[in-house]
């Protein structure tokens, strides 16, 4: 292994010294249980102190026929005892369940990286789905690897023998037996993973203890084999870390807390309206389950019940919040009008995939940006905010929450798939760091002749928030354009020519209630910004570093507020020379910035549903400054 992983190591002076870094991607048939093994191996990594960054890869089929290539299912996971912000670029080991995970996945191994393939289904019937004449074990196609190839089906079998198990239920335990040898390869324990199947298999104790045994087996293989090659035992360091509460986090759990956590810092009950949706029903699932801080879930029978729910909510005086991903935003867009007309909070997440139509329901993309700041009918503008990382959806989903109910307005919050899926180390934060941001609700007329002037505007363009039912505050909202100050009906030129210019004026004072934009990585002048938005950061954030050590002026903005833009964000940028931003759509973010502040930012845009790699990044800050 320390041959096979030399090229992660940074400052290492001897071969045999442990890399800061490994990446491993587990591959199989999506009914191997690979998402299960790599949320499992996430687990124990998380527990032996390493720095991570996970990235789920599911099929699109619900469930694909079996050994077909399209019906791979992978998890890659990149651990260290060092800063980790991407999944990894090329996986160190390849664990391949079948022809088909082969097939797909080893084109990306590294160059002397290792390959464990499961023989036992390299048969004739899985290479012919796999498109394979020969099979790549025997015929030499796979020289520039380190192949280790033995036959995990007839392991497991062997090892839950004792358990009477039908040959197909004993199958279903290769993950674990495979999750065992990685476990030893890496010098992780066990004991946190059978704890987990024991209460996973409460009810069948068959199941656990047969699970179990395929573990253990797995582990036992790694110690006692002694194969010559490249399998060794291989242990990484802990990372340093600051004292405090740790857990791992998917985008779709910190979404979920930073959500209720918004609520509680307004003092508001929150109602979540939503329809299932890939990937944005995980936040639903999540939520369902928080109802002890004041959280009503509603699984409504479409996307429009969805947010005209949440709508009502809101105008009761809660936190409305809806989910949903690029179709379900689409079909919200009327409705998203309504809530901008009427000026009322409303947290609306819409996590990302590719498109369009229907695209690529379990792939990655940013290709919603101009849906999220510009699709709607109307000029109707509301605020966007993108994660960057699990982790960071928290802050954001916080954020989201304070800017609706402070300034009464509708806020698009982006994720995507890679957020939502992906899972990393958050270092769970104290309560009290957070500053509140209670509301009132307008409770005594706010006109000295007695009639109440629902749009009434503050210095800021805000207008107040008013229960119904409160006494003697009977007043008039809805969807047609509204008299000044009144609330009244009235589309006369005049006046729709002055509210549009309201609550466009006020969308654009949300700048001055943002933080200044800064520099993630670099200097705040110089010949190239590399300028990010959403989870692009992390390969972002590498390739800069890289090129920085190299002694190229080079720096890294990342954009947290997408709409409007920070305040001080057009200076900072022409600062610069050259300016690239990179993004998974056809240049959406770069179009903003030109139409915004005048200058040629160039693209690098990706729509392959796969995240960037940091290499694809660092060559084009090369090619820029050549």
Not at 100 to 129: M, Q, S
Not at 185 to 212: S, T, Y
Not at 372 to 385: E, K, M
Request: charge should be negative; include cysteine.
């Amino acid at each position: 292994m320390a041959t096979i992983l030399a090229e992660h190591e940074i400052g290492a002076s001897a071969q045999n010294a442990a890399p800061e870094a490994v990446v491993v991607r587990f591959a199989g048939d999506s009914g191997d249980g690979m998402q299960l093994t790599g949320g499992q191996f996430t687990l124990s990594t998380a527990l032996a102190g390493n720095d991570l960054a996970t990235f789920p890869d599911f099929p699109a089929e619900i469930r694909a026929p079996q050994g077909t290539l399209f019906g791979v299912s992978a998890f890659q996971i990149n651990f260290g005892s060092s800063e980790i912000t991407t999944a990894g670029d090329a996986p160190d080991v390849l664990i391949a369940m079948n022809p088909a995970a082969l097939k797909v996945n080893v084109p990306a191994l590294k160059p002397g990286g290792l390959l464990i393939a499961d023989t036992g289904e390299f048969n004739k019937r899985n290479l012919e789905k796999a498109k394979y004449e020969t099979s790549p074990l025997e015929d030499g196609s796979l020289a520039k690897w380190n192949v280790l190839a033995f036959d995990i089906s007839a392991l497991t079998l062997e090892a839950v023998k004792p358990f009477s198990l039908g040959n197909k239920e004993a199958l279903r335990c290769k993950n674990m037996w495979t999750l065992g040898l990685a476990l030893w390869m890496f010098d992780r324990d066990r004991q946190p993973l059978i704890d987990w199947l024991n209460a996973k298999f409460a009810k069948n104790p068959v199941l656990a203890e047969a699970n179990i045994a395929a573990l253990n087996a797995g582990h036992a293989y790694g110690e006692t084999a002694e194969l010559a090659g490249p399998l060794k035992k291989q242990h990484i360091d802990p990372v340093p870390t600051e004292p405090g509460l740790y857990r791992t986090i998917t985008g779709a759990e910190a979404v979920s807390l930073g959500l209720v956590a918004g609520a509680r810092l307004a003092d508001l009950p929150m109602f979540f309206g939503g329809y299932p949706i890939t990937p944005a029903s995980a936040i639903l699932h999540n939520l369902v389950k928080m109802k002890e801080f004041g959280v009503t879930t509603f699984q409504a029978e479409d996307e429009i019940a969805a947010i005209c729910a949440a709508i009502g909510a809101s105008y009761a005086g809660q936190l409305g919040v809806t989910s949903s991903s690029g179709p379900g935003i689409a079909l919200k867009g009327e409705a998203m009008g309504l809530a901008i007309m009427t000026e009322l909070p409303l947290v609306i997440v819409n996590s990302q995939r590719g498109g369009p139509s229907t695209g690529l329901p379990t792939k990655t993309e940013q290709s919603d940006l101009y849906q999220a700041v510009y699709g709607r009918n109307g000029d109707a503008p509301l605020p966007v905010i993108a994660a960057r990382s699990p982790a960071d959806a928290f802050e954001c989903a916080i954020e989201a929450c304070r800017i609706a109910v402070q300034f009464m307005t509708p806020v698009m919050l982006l994720t995507d798939g890679y957020i939502g899926n992906a899972s990393e180390p958050w270092k769970v934060p104290d309560p009290a760091s957070f500053t509140p941001f209670p509301i009132s609700f307008l409770e005594e007329t706010n006109n000295p002749s007695g009639k109440v002037l629902p749009f009434k505007r503050d210095e800021r363009g805000v207008r107040p928030w008013i229960k119904p039912g409160t006494a003697g505050m009977m007043h008039r909202i809805g969807g047609i354009e509204k008299g000044i100050d009144t609330g009244d009906i009235d589309y006369s030129p005049v006046v729709h020519q002055a509210q549009t210019d309201a609550r466009k004026a006020k969308v654009d004072g949300v700048a001055k209630a943002i933080p200044a934009q800064e520099v993630c990585l670099g200097e705040e002048t110089g010949k190239l910004a590399v300028v990010g938005w959403g989870s692009t950061f992390g390969p972002i954030h590498q390739a800069v570093r890289r090129a920085w050590r190299k002694g190229l002026s080079v720096s890294h903005i990342h954009v947290r507020h997408v709409w409007p833009l920070p305040a001080n964000l057009g200076e900072l940028l022409k600062g610069f020379d050259k300016v690239l931003v990179p993004e998974m759509n056809t240049g959406q973010f770069k179009t903003v910035l030109r139409d915004q502040f005048l200058i040629d930012a160039k693209p690098l845009n990706k729509t392959s549903g796969q995240p960037f790699t940091i290499a694809e990044i660092e060559t084009a800050i090369g090619d820029m400054l050549a």
